[in-house]
């Protein structure tokens, strides 16, 4: 055969799926597509496009249909997958450990108040009638009660499905990635990420630009296009003013959970 074919021949150089060795957990609404646009920039990186939702949707479909959903890589390319809502599904731990015990975990944390104001942002643009946020945060008309069984609440009390996690991973085994400071300062933490993963830091600052417009980090080029351009109208929408005093209570509410979420990864991410 020709050259080429010849090379691919040889095991480590043709391209297969594999089973991830790296996923992003959550959380959603904290960065998580902008988390894996800017790691994929990498060239030893490769990662599923769209989120599989494997774990959560699709296990009974077992792990040879999810690693067909797995991108092609050659040996030495890490596979990546990101799919939210694996952190707070309960089952998910410990299908992941069954799958592979030294998965690596990525999870993308940010300040749970403006992450349910970003969660209802986004349910609210794709339902025509939605009500106010401050009438679905709290339980009655006052903003006494927190209803915490409001999926955009309930899913920022972070601490309580980071422990059902460290049943099964060591905390060695998971990064946290500030999703403020994935806006503040990208190179900063792809950086982290690149270490974790055992990588050359090939992504770094150069990659970036601030679009003042937007008001959020861009690319200067990707995989995908070699022109400048930020991640989709999806991503960094415009929040409705939410009552002061509204917000005052769900940081009271939020405090002692983040307290335990400060303590269980030994980062205090001062989200007030
Ligand atoms: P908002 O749209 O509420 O601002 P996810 O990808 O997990 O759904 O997270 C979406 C959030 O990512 C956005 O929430 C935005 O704040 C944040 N984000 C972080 N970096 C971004 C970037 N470079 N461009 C756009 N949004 C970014």
């Given at each position: 055969?020709?050259?080429?074919y010849?090379?691919?021949?040889?095991?480590?150089?043709?391209?297969?799926?594999?089973?991830?060795?790296?996923?992003?957990?959550?959380?959603?609404?904290?960065?998580?597509?902008?988390?894996?646009e800017?790691?994929?920039?990498?060239?030893?990186?490769?990662?599923?496009?769209?989120?599989?939702?494997?774990?959560?949707?699709?296990?009974?479909?077992?792990?040879?249909?999810?690693?067909?959903?797995?991108?092609?890589?050659?040996?030495?390319?890490?596979?990546?997958?990101?799919?939210p809502?694996?952190?707070?599904?309960?089952?998910?731990?410990?299908?992941?450990?069954?799958?592979?015990?030294?998965?690596?975990?990525?999870?993308v944390?940010?300040?749970?108040?403006?992450?349910?104001?970003?969660?209802?942002?986004?349910?609210?643009?794709?339902?025509?009638?939605?009500?106010?946020?401050?009438?679905?945060?709290?339980?009655?008309?006052s903003?006494?009660?927190?209803?915490?069984?409001?999926g955009?609440?309930?899913?920022g009390?972070y601490?309580?499905?980071?422990?059902?996690?460290?049943?099964?991973?060591p905390?060695?085994?998971?990064l946290?990635?500030?999703?403020?400071?994935?806006?503040?300062?990208?190179?900063?933490?792809?950086?982290?990420?690149?270490?974790?993963?055992?990588?050359?830091?090939?992504?770094?600052?150069?990659?970036?630009?601030?679009?003042?417009?937007?008001?959020?980090?861009?690319?200067?080029?990707?995989?995908?296009?070699?022109?400048p351009?930020?991640?989709?109208?999806?991503?960094?929408?415009?929040h409705?003013?939410?009552?002061?005093?509204a917000?005052?209570?769900?940081?009271?509410?939020?405090?002692?959970f983040n307290?335990?979420?400060?303590?269980?990864?030994?980062?205090?991410?001062a989200?007030?």
């Amino acid at each position: 055969g020709s050259p080429k074919y010849q090379l691919l021949r040889q095991p480590g150089l043709r391209p297969s799926r594999h089973l991830p060795d790296t996923l992003i957990i959550g959380v959603k609404k904290s960065g998580t597509r902008a988390l894996l646009e800017f790691i994929r920039l990498h060239p030893d990186v490769r990662a599923a496009g769209s989120e599989v939702h494997f774990f959560d949707r699709h296990y009974q479909r077992g792990l040879r249909w999810y690693r067909h959903h797995m991108p092609y890589t050659i040996e030495g390319q890490i596979t990546m997958e990101k799919t939210p809502s694996y952190f707070v599904t309960k089952e998910v731990p410990q299908r992941v450990y069954h799958m592979n015990t030294a998965t690596k975990l990525l999870i993308v944390v940010r300040d749970p108040v403006t992450r349910a104001i970003s969660d209802y942002t986004q349910a609210a643009s794709k339902k025509a009638d939605m009500k106010r946020f401050e009438q679905l945060a709290f339980v009655n008309g006052s903003y006494s009660v927190v209803d915490t069984t409001w999926g955009p609440v309930k899913i920022g009390v972070y601490s309580r499905y980071l422990e059902r996690w460290l049943l099964y991973f060591p905390l060695s085994q998971l990064l946290f990635i500030s999703g403020e400071r994935l806006i503040m300062d990208p190179a900063y933490e792809i950086g982290r990420v690149q270490d974790f993963l055992g990588l050359k830091r090939v992504v770094t600052e150069k990659h970036f630009y601030f679009n003042a417009t937007k008001g959020f980090p861009c690319l200067f080029k990707s995989e995908a296009r070699s022109t400048p351009h930020c991640l989709g109208k999806t991503k960094g929408r415009n929040h409705p003013h939410i009552d002061p005093s509204a917000i005052e209570r769900l940081r009271e509410f939020y405090r002692p959970f983040n307290n335990k979420f400060y303590q269980l990864t030994g980062i205090n991410f001062a989200w007030a």
